[in-house]
């Protein structure tokens, strides 16, 4: 018999009135961009999950590494002088292909410790570096950093911050670089130096460098709606940081492992940051798994010069759990051998082309993207960029419509349409998923 739905609380952010009514879509099977569910229903995954799968579903070479490894050694631990050798390899394999700036690796189960971590990181670098005021970070309105109750505070989202009284008292935003609905103004130029000067009041408002720790952001926005920056937006922050001596931190979270058409998103623009977090793609969603890459001066000061009376007292169970580990690997050897990001870049060039293609559709206001991580703003004018009433739900009328014709999607806030397929996907999958958005939009006009 099948398990009952109702027992599991699934749906903690989306009061959706089908899922009340007849509880959640069971998934039970995936084969490269598909999923079924349990009606035997065949759906194309728009979504990649939760942006995780990039590999797609069903890669037998990920369920044989993750096999071996479990009947070898199921677990060791990465604390009290122990270590794994699944570990060991994929943090080297880490250094090696990420930016130059990040030497080491602290491992974690997902995004929201990934980022939680990191915020202890840089509190206790600064401790044991007799900087203890430089205690303030900021982050972007509209970024997500997690659901930790740290990173919470620092996502830039409201309706992430009803658990306490988030953001922290440490915890602060600067405006984001959306163009559609600029504080900046339309062109890179502005945007670019509207950001730097937003950056620099900020920490000046704070009582300048010596107060502040570090700058935060994704190198596209994702949850916040499928954010694009300008292009040389990233370099420049990082450089604004270095000039105001503040840590620059990117959380590739959804851009890392091949998203947006580089393995990071940060090697677009050669960038340096002196931490990034990665999770999602790392094990493409096979098993869970995170990290902090951090570069050497900070891990230095973490590990080498640990103070007796000030431990870094903090680590997982799951720490560097070699199952993951050696998922991970497989999926790096995927995402080199068949050129994933490479793969990303040239679909999601074509999607984009779809996408704008749609806009003949006049609820159509914006198309934005970077490789296969892309979003369609929905508007009840194109002309004024008038938004639809709030609370209207148009974005879950969509979303529930393109799940009638075969196509998962995600709806953010009342009026964005995300898709980021598998990294896998051919040019033929985008064409059927267009192809049903396009219908989806259509029937969903009120
Ligand atoms: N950072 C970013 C940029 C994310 O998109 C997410 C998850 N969507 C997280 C952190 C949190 O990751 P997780 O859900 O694995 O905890």
Redesign the pocket.
Known sequence: SLPNATHQFVHPFTQLAEVEASGPTVLVAGEGVRVTDRDGRELLDGFAG??CVNIGYGRIEVVEAARQQMSKLPYASSFFGFANEPALRLAEELVRLSPESLQHVFFTL??????DSTLKIIRYFFNVTSRPEKKHVIGLERG????SSA?AGLTGLSNCHLFFDLPLPYQHHIPSHYRYRSTYGSTDAEIINGSIDALQAKVAELGGSSKVAAFFC?PVQ??GGVIVPPEGWLAAMRDACAKLDILFVV?E??TGFGRTGQLFACDWERVEPDLM?I??GLTSGYSPM?AVLLSDEIYRALVKQVPRDLPFAHGFTYTGHPVSAAVALACLEIYEREQLPENAKVVGAHLLKGLEALRENPWIGDVRGKGLLAAIELVANQKTRAPFEPGLGVSQLVRKKAYENGLIVRAFADNIIGLAPPLIVSEDDVDQMLERLARAIHAAKI
């Open positions: 939760l942006w997902g995004g929201s410790d990934a980022v997500y950093h997690g659901v990173g994704e994702g949850s959380d979270v959804i977090t999770a999602k995170g």
